[in-house]
């Protein structure tokens, strides 16, 4: 079998930085140290050799507001290798009434095209006993993680019951819930309110979901997720109220994750006042991007450890898409993309300024998420007998994001003209070299399905911690427990 090596680098890790070549073999990485030989070289002097980057949040050829988002399993792994990410979680969504396991098949045949490795969070969009049978099925399908919308009022919205019963089980089952954490009642009730008051333009989407509506959701899935007793992973977290929430759940000791988006880090609400339509509707995403004092406290999140994965919710639309929202905003699909901007944007704007470290950029980017899925260290690590997926990170490397370069097939770039210092010299995924000196040269197909075990450290401890604390009865002499 041939080797490769990565030479000359300086490798990056979640809690180390030293000076030593990776040698790679059979897709693995088989030795770290001084001095080492492999038939192919990688020249990495003057770069960072850290875990390729995974995107725990992205919805390629999503079905969604009466369109699918554009970019497919392969362009968006395209994207997102040519930034360094060499992993994606997608979201199987089966439609409200739809089996759990046909919904997964579809999403089996749209992944068949990826350029890396992927895995799936299942989405949960209705409840009932077949649902309740088939998370087990699914969970023996390789997929610990479960998904619920509190907002989609009518489409992909589930009630707190419903949640509850759902968390249960996940319980149950070692699983993780995920919430999408917007209070859809009250965003369907305001955005109602607005569009008869005159307020059609994508400013009208923001004005409907202010932090509150994210904070309360964010609470209350907290609350919920103790009761049954599991852990809980608040995807795209974009504001104060709902990372306090996360922050005093964390502090109470409850197992809580936040995930902020890089949109949500680097942008802002002004986008949402611009004179032209299409340059706001481009930018309208659920939650919407908020103001500077919201992104202040998500930054601090990362850097104190309160707020735990930067992913993306890569789910792109064209202009022509977006379009569909001319006189009414609840209409224009909901999505931003960004697979291919979040490395290089949060190391610009957060390593090159000191918000973080390079350290916590891996751990924020990769190695975090990577334990929560219950996939370290196969993924997320520079270790012996790790998967090769790694990137050389060159610190020094700059460009100015265009839509005119960009690997995702949309007609423009939410990140347009930021220029970025820190891209990728290579991206090998499995110990292939996808992006090579900057050139891309992915596969499409090359990318395998991930599975995840159920019952990773943290459900398992929790687990042990609510069977030893939960309510049992009092024994009292004289009266049976059963009542009779
Ligand atoms: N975020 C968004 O606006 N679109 C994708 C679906 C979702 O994650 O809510
Ligand atoms: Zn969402
Ligand atoms: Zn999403």
């Not at 309360?216 to 049954?228: G, P």
């Not at 409850?254 to 006042?273: A, C, M, N």
């Not at 470290?357 to 993924?379: C, D, G, Q, R, W």
Request: with cysteine; charged share 25%.
């Amino acid at each position: 079998m041939t080797t490769t090596v990565i030479k000359g680098g300086t490798v990056v890790t979640a809690d180390l930085t030293y000076k030593a070549d990776v040698l790679i073999e059979g897709g693995k990485i088989v030795d770290i140290g001084p001095g080492l030989k492999g038939d192919k070289t990688l020249d990495a002097e003057g770069c960072y050799v850290m875990p390729g980057g995974i995107d725990p949040h992205t919805h390629l050829s999503m079905p969604f507001m009466g369109t699918y988002s554009a970019d497919d399993f392969e362009a968006g792994t395209r994207g997102g290798l040519a930034g360094g990410t060499t992993m994606v979680v997608d979201f199987a969504l089966p439609n409200p009434g739809e089996s759990l396991l046909s919904g997964l098949q579809k999403w089996d045949n749209k992944a068949g095209r990826a350029c890396c490795d992927y895995s799936f969070h299942m989405a949960i969009t209705w409840w009932s006993e077949q649902v309740f049978d088939e998370m087990k099925a699914i969970t023996e399908r390789g997929i610990n993680t479960f998904k619920h919308f509190m907002a989609y009022k009518g489409s992909l919205m589930v009630n707190d019951e419903e949640m509850f019963a759902s968390f249960k089980r996940c319980r149950e089952l070692g699983a993780i819930p995920l919430v999408h954490a917007e209070n859809g009642d009250i965003v369907a009730s305001m955005s109602a309110k607005l569009l008869a008051e005159g307020n059609t333009g994508p400013e009208g989407h923001a004005y409907s979901r202010p932090s509150q509506v994210e904070g309360e959701a964010t609470n209350r899935a907290i609350m919920i997720a103790d009761m049954a007793g599991v852990p809980l992973y608040v995807v795209h977290t974009s504001c104060e109220e709902s990372h306090e929430a996360i922050r005093r759940a964390k502090l109470a000791g409850k197992r809580v994750w936040g995930e902020p988006l890089i949109q949500h880090l680097t942008l802002d609400e002004s986008e949402y006042f611009d004179k032209d339509w299409d340059h706001s509707a481009r930018r309208v995403m659920s939650p919407p991007f908020r103001n500077k004092q919201h992104q202040d406290s998500l930054w601090a999140g990362l850097a104190s450890g309160t707020l735990s994965c930067v992913a993306t919710d890569h789910c792109a639309f064209t202009t022509e898409q977006k379009r569909y929202g001319v006189g009414d905003f609840t209409k224009i699909p909901n999505g931003t993309g960004g697979l291919e901007e979040r490395m290089p944007m949060l190391w610009t704007y957060g390593v090159r300024t000191g918000r973080i470290t390079m350290n916590e950029f891996v751990a924020v980017t990769s190695t975090n998420i990577a334990k929560i899925l219950n996939v370290y260290p196969k993924k997320g690590a520079v270790l012996i007998g790790a998967d090769a997926d790694l990137v050389v990170w060159d610190p020094e490397k700059s460009k100015t994001i265009s839509a005119k370069s960009q690997q995702s097939s949309i007609d423009y770039n939410v990140f347009e003209g930021k220029e970025v210092t820190g891209l990728p010299r290579y991206t090998l995924t499995r110990g292939f070299v996808a992006v090579n000196d900057g050139a891309i040269e992915t596969r499409e197909g090359y990318g395998e399905f991930v599975a995840r075990d159920p019952m990773g450290p943290v459900s398992k401890a929790l687990s042990t911690w609510k069977a030893l604390t939960e309510p049992r009865p009092i024994p009292r002499a004289g009266i049976p427990a059963s009542g009779v």
